[in-house]
């Protein structure tokens, strides 16, 4: 064998022991608590709730069509809300409580 092939399988070899022996141990940081864990990602993935139906209107009704339908109508609440429902079935992004806030500000702002 020459001397570029035993060099060559030192290499190999010593490549194979290293992967074999793992590597760097693990970090042994303390994994979090799991309901601190699903505490964070509902914290991430929660919005929350806008306080102001203007705000509402302009962020997720805009989303599917302009506001010109919305400025042209004069609803009561019983209309707005049943509106807010029907818009909600359709995929709007509202929770109950945006969709309170939203009806309400639609029957100040474009009532009868």
């Keep these: 064998m ?3 092939m035993l060099v060559t399988l030192a290499v190999v070899s010593l490549a ?6 793992g590597g760097p141990a693990p970090s042994q940081e303390p994994a979090a608590a799991p309901t601190e864990a699903i505490q ?4 991430l993935t929660a919005q ?3 306080a102001d139906g203007a705000i509402l ?6 989303a599917c069509h302009s506001l010109d339908r919305v400025m042209g109508a004069q609803k009561s609440h019983d209309e707005w809300a049943q509106t807010v429902a029907r ?3 359709k ?8 969709q ?10 474009y009532g009868p």
Excluded: I
């Excluded at 309170?100 to 702002?109: C, G, I, P």
């Design 2 to 4: 020459g001397k570029r």
């Design 16 to 21: 194979l022991l290293l992967v074999a022996c």
């Design 40 to 43: 964070q990602q509902e914290e």
């Design 48 to 50: 929350p709730p806008a």
């Design 57 to 62: 209107l302009e962020e997720r009704c805009t």
């Design 87 to 89: 818009m909600v079935g």
């Design 91 to 98: 995929g709007a992004q509202l929770n109950e409580d945006e």
């Design 100 to 109: 309170a806030v939203l009806v309400d500000y639609l029957v100040k702002t």
